[in-house]
């Protein structure tokens, strides 16, 4: 079984919410970051989604734009990416890792090279921001036969005659973009998010997951109670931005952040 | 093997023009995009859209637009006669128009009150604000800072016009920075705003739609021919950045094999340098970019290359999904001309026929100089003069050293 399955098999049968950090890899610069990783599990993370960064983030916000810019300054491609994973396995074989990103750095290296590479160093699945359900013909199937699975998302504008497709193809767990814009907006309405989340559960038995919008304990918590899981990576991205001069002390502040969420998820 | 009669029935249902274009965006867009269509697809071939577009495109615009024989600068360059499809002509100085015209009816229907877009050069900014304005719509245009800089006049038309100019200060701070932020805003604002598209290029069915409106020149410019010179021209020479001008000359003319085309990128300092806007010149690898699978300028790591051309509305890394078709199945000579022979030909078209082009449309110019010699004087060739040079007399004037 892949892992984010059975990451999630073992929540359920906890009745416990999951805690997916973002980050965006080589931000502030490469070598901080499988340390960042490992605090984030240390402070509860479920799954960690890592940022492949790129020139042109057209989803994203100033926070992961400036992100992607930090990382890309220290010349972080998808190489060192796996690098970063395969080094991360060493010490936890458990945790899942989902690359999230935009097509064009894997339409450059070839669709197997990527997958093949990104099996062999331990990555679980992959979510292309700009890659929806009707463009993924020839890419998925390279990713199914490699145990990779297939992240979609899903927004509060999706039909759902789309939703259908999404939840055909998905794999792992839906990612609910619960506004709409970019990464790192401001507010959140859980009713809204909770209205939209029915009908899905409908069409799609893959965990519902929720991202964009939530900053804190009290947003974590509130989104928690309408989904299996809250997705949080803007207000860690900021701590990064906020300590580019000084990144001994990133990691306890990530931890920190996500450590209070993890709290309020639990309680 | 592709043939060029299929070429006009691109792009397929999914709006892909054989491996190129689709839509490639992010979940947020797809309801807006998906709507788009479904409103386009009704309209196409409805009689009385078609109406109110020519309506519009006569009263408002000016259309048709002269093809204007060069008589003076063809004996000059001595071989082929030249003959200007003079879209610099149109309101507003530029083919831009013709597409803002109709997507301004599609946002129309649409009902939503505001538009934004992206520019380079201003021309697809001024366009939009100017429909904008007629309309009663709130406008926001996104511009490369770098381009905010050298295209000042344009952004003062904006505003005049009523639209809100939003430099854009990330990346290389020009036309595919500007289209980012458009796409941005537009994910943000999507239940109120309609994002009018400036080139052939983005998710479908933008390609199509931009092209259809656009193809009004290339209509007119094979009815002019057979009228004025009595048969259709040898050859159609246009710029291409994105690329729209140049798909509204070349498609109605695709299915006609015996005309020749020729589509001119951006060289900036010289393809051989790496400093330079052509994707299709310079052999770039596909990729994906804004929405479209194309040929697209990036490094070995899929990073988008930064680009460099004289002409802000051409400084682009990829190309209209249409074009990376066409180019794969010869059916247009994809060649580039250097920022030099810009404006040698930016200077020459001034002096010798008394008409200011754009630097854009200059480098169809360019590329002239060097067809027309080979060709016998009673061949012909048509070029698209896609806008006027006023927006550029400051950069000239720069180059020269003088102070305005």
Redesign the interface.
């Known amino acids: 079984m892949n892992r984010i399955d059975q990451r999630f098999a073992t929540l359920k049968a906890q009745g416990r919410t999951a805690l997916i950090p973002y980050l965006t890899a080589g931000d502030p610069a490469p070598q901080y970051t499988v340390g960042f990783m490992h605090a984030l599990v240390e402070a509860g993370a479920d799954i960690i989604e890592l940022g492949v960064p790129?020139?042109?983030?057209?989803?994203?916000?100033p926070v992961i734009?400036k992100a992607c810019e930090r990382a890309?300054k220290h010349?972080t491609?998808?190489a060192h990416l796996f690098a970063m994973v395969r080094e991360f396995r060493e010490q936890d074989t458990d945790t899942p890792v989902v690359l999230m990103g935009?097509?064009?750095?894997?339409?450059?290296?070839g669709y197997e090279a990527f997958a093949d590479q990104a099996q062999a160093a331990g990555v679980d699945g992959v979510l292309t921001?700009?890659?929806?359900p009707?463009?993924a013909d020839e890419f998925g199937p390279v990713l199914k036969a490699r145990g990779l699975q297939s992240i979609?998302?899903?927004?509060?504008?999706?039909?759902d005659a789309?939703a259908g497709t999404?939840s055909a193809h998905g794999e792992g767990y839906l990612y609910y973009?619960s506004l709409?814009?970019?990464t790192g907006?401001a507010t959140l309405n859980v009713d809204e998010i909770d209205a939209h989340l029915a009908p899905l559960r409908k069409l799609s038995d893959l965990p519902l997951c929720v991202g964009f919008g939530i900053r804190d304990g009290a947003t974590a918590a509130a989104v928690g109670k309408v989904a299996e899981g809250v997705i949080v990576g803007s207000v860690l991205v900021g701590q990064i931005a906020a300590c580019v001069d000084d990144p001994a002390a990133i990691a306890p502040r990530l931890k920190d952040i996500l450590g209070e969420m993890r709290q309020a998820l639990d309680a | 093997m592709t043939k060029f009669s299929d070429l006009t029935r691109m792009p397929d249902a999914r709006g892909h023009f054989g491996a190129y274009g689709g839509r490639f965006v992010s979940e947020t867009l797809s309801f807006a995009l998906e709507e788009l269509e479904e409103t386009y697809m009704a309209l196409r071939d409805d009689p009385d859209f078609q109406a109110e577009f020519d309506h519009d495109l006569a009263h408002y615009v000016g259309r048709p637009s002269p093809l204007y024989h060069a008589e003076r600068w063809s004996r000059e360059l001595g071989g082929a006669q030249i003959w200007l499809k003079r879209e610099d002509l149109n309101h507003t100085g530029a083919h831009k128009v013709n597409n803002t015209i109709g997507q301004a009816l599609l946002a129309k229907k649409s009902g939503k009150p505001r538009v934004i877009a992206e520019t380079g050069a201003g021309q697809h900014g001024v366009a939009t604000a100017t429909v904008a304005a007629r309309l009663g719509l709130e406008c926001a245009i996104y511009m490369g800072a770098e381009d905010v800089e050298r295209q000042k006049l344009n952004v003062y038309r904006m505003q005049l016009l009523g639209a809100t100019v939003i430099p854009v200060e990330s990346g290389s701070r020009t036309l595919k920075d500007a289209m980012n932020e458009a796409l941005r805003d537009w994910v943000t604002n999507v239940d109120n705003t309609f994002y009018i598209i400036g080139t052939v290029a983005g998710p479908h069915p933008y390609p199509m739609l931009v092209r259809d409106f656009n193809a009004v020149a290339g209509r007119e410019a094979r009815e002019q021919s057979l009228k004025q010179i009595g048969r259709l021209p040898d050859a159609l020479i246009a710029c291409v950045g994105g690329g729209s001008n140049a798909l509204g000359l070349f498609y109605p003319f695709v299915e006609d094999e015996d005309v020749a085309m020729y589509g001119v990128e951006a060289g900036g300092d010289g393809v051989e340098t790496g400093r330079h806007a052509a994707p299709l010149t310079g052999n770039a690898p596909r990729g994906v970019l804004h929405g479209n699978r194309t040929y697209l300028m990036s490094d070995e790591g899929g990073q988008v290359s930064d680009t460099h051309s004289i002409s802000a509305g051409l400084d682009y890394p990829g190309v209209g999904p249409e074009h990376a078709l066409w180019k794969d199945v010869g059916r247009v000579n994809y060649v580039a001309a250097n920022d030099k022979e810009v404006l040698e030909a930016f200077r020459e078209l001034t002096h010798v026929e008394g008409i200011m082009p754009a630097l854009e449309s200059a480098h169809a110019l360019a590329y002239a100089k060097v067809l027309a010699p080979t060709m016998r004087p009673d061949q012909h060739i048509v070029i698209n003069l896609s806008g006027r040079g006023d927006k550029d007399i400051l950069t000239v004037a720069k180059l020269d050293g003088i102070e305005i």
């Not at chain 1, 790129?54 to 916000?61: E, L, Q, T, V, Y």
């Not at chain 1, 935009?102 to 290296?109: A, G, Q, S, V």
């Open positions: 790129f020139s042109d983030p057209m989803a994203d916000g734009q890309l010349g491609r998808l935009y097509l064009n750095p894997i339409e450059r290296m921001v700009d890659m929806p009707e463009e979609f998302l899903v927004a509060p504008t999706t039909s789309r999404i973009v709409k814009g970019v907006a």
